[in-house]
């Protein structure tokens, strides 16, 4: 790093890219290809871009292994805007949908859900502050679909196994925040959705991973850019897509692959958490984590210091120190250290050391 001043990003989202990626699309910023033009100046249409799409996709393919009986879309408008289409496009207009509220963007999910037709929560972990999965889930056998977040990225609370839909009923999940994190068995799955700003890429870009027969359910007449049918149809070139975007998560999915894909990645991902949980509960009590210990997502860590006055402390302490993005989502206070694929191992040990440096001080 020397001399580039690079922070030790610890942001919750956009969040830290690998300084590889960063550096590749530097070194061709200007001149794309070859093309004389960057990545950005180019039509969507032309082979050069082509390439960048194709690529991106077959290199996520190939990581999450996903089946051939699956399309892959790069979207616009975040996983925000999935909260609505994924109603509009799967839930016939009658029926209902299933959520597994843990948090606070399956929260959110749900409250969009509701806007367009009926809703049932499975679960709901709120009354015990969002720290838990769900011991057990109140299925409805006819819903149109079973959808649950991976991964909180507020509250740090992360499924380690799917839930289990009853026979017949989709599974759908929010993957934004720990989206190519380890490897999953996708054809549990009939739709993951990930906004690409956390773990994979810059913002700009939704990445969609869809069952071919989910593509039946949608309604004729939908507005075209909320369309699954027509978006996956037209290799999610109906309009101008978000070119830079995909390019960088291209990047990323290459980088991940040279890393030796995600089993590589979550042994990575795993070592990290061990290092900063570890930091916790070897603390004594002056750190406390916010999850339960068998929920405590490998993305995300919230925690919380013995008072505000010293939370304030820490995050200003840690900025001096070049560990950036320390402070913790308002509506859980206290700190949180997102750790997502692109922190390295140094970066996690700084903040390690810093965490026990900052008790020795003030404990
Ligand atoms: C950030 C986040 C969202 C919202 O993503 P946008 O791309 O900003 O719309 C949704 N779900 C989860 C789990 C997130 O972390």
Redesign the pocket.
């Known amino acids: 790093m020397s001399d580039l001043k690079r922070a030790y990003n610890f942001n ?2 956009p969040g830290v890219l690998p300084l590889e990626v960063l550096q590749e699309a530097q070194a061709e910023l200007l001149n794309f290809k070859g093309t004389g033009m960057s990545v950005m100046e180019i039509s969507h249409r032309s082979k050069e871009f082509e390439a960048v799409i194709q690529t991106a996709e077959a290199d996520l393919r190939e990581l999450l292994g996903i089946p051939s009986n699956y399309k892959v879309m790069f979207l616009q ?7 609505a289409m994924l109603p509009m496009n799967l839930r016939a207009a009658g029926a209902s949908a299933d959520y597994i509220v843990t ?1 606070s ?2 929260k ?2 749900v409250k969009e859900a509701k806007k367009l037709g009926a809703v049932h929560l499975a679960a709901n972990t709120e009354a015990d502050g969002f720290n838990c999965i769900p011991a057990s889930l109140d299925l409805d056998p006819k819903a149109a679909y079973l959808h649950f ?6 509250h740090g609370v992360e499924y380690f196994s799917e839930p289990t839909p009853p026979a017949g009923v989709p599974l759908v999940c ?4 720990d989206f190519i994190s380890r490897p999953i068995d996708v054809s549990k799955y009939a739709m993951l959705y ?5 773990n994979a890429g810059p ?1 700009g870009v ?1 990445i969609v991973i869809i069952r071919d027969d989910m593509l039946e359910r949608v309604p004729e007449n939908l507005p075209v850019m909320l369309d699954y049918k027509t978006l996956a149809a037209s290799g999610s070139l109906h309009n101008t897509p978000p070119s830079f975007a995909i390019y960088m998560v291209g990047l990323v999915f290459k980088w991940a692959k040279k890393l030796g894909g995600l089993a590589a990645v979550e042994k990575n991902n795993r070592a990290k958490a061990n290092l900063v949980y570890g930091a916790i509960d070897e603390s004594g009590g002056f750190y406390r984590g916010h999850a339960k210990p068998e929920a405590r997502s490998l993305m995300n860590v919230p925690f919380r210091l013995p008072s505000e006055e010293l939370e304030d402390t820490f995050a200003k302490d840690a900025k001096k120190e070049n560990l950036i993005g320390l402070k913790g989502h308002r509506s859980v206070g206290g700190m949180r250290a997102s750790i997502y694929n692109a922190m390295d191992l140094e970066g996690t040990q700084e903040l390690v050391k810093f965490m026990k440096d900052f008790q020795k001080k003030n404990g």
């Open positions: 919750p989202g408008g975040g996983a925000t805007l999935q909260f948090g963007w399956s959110t999910a977040t991976s991964n909180e990225t507020i929010d993957t934004s925040s990930a906004g690409a700003q956390k913002s939704t």
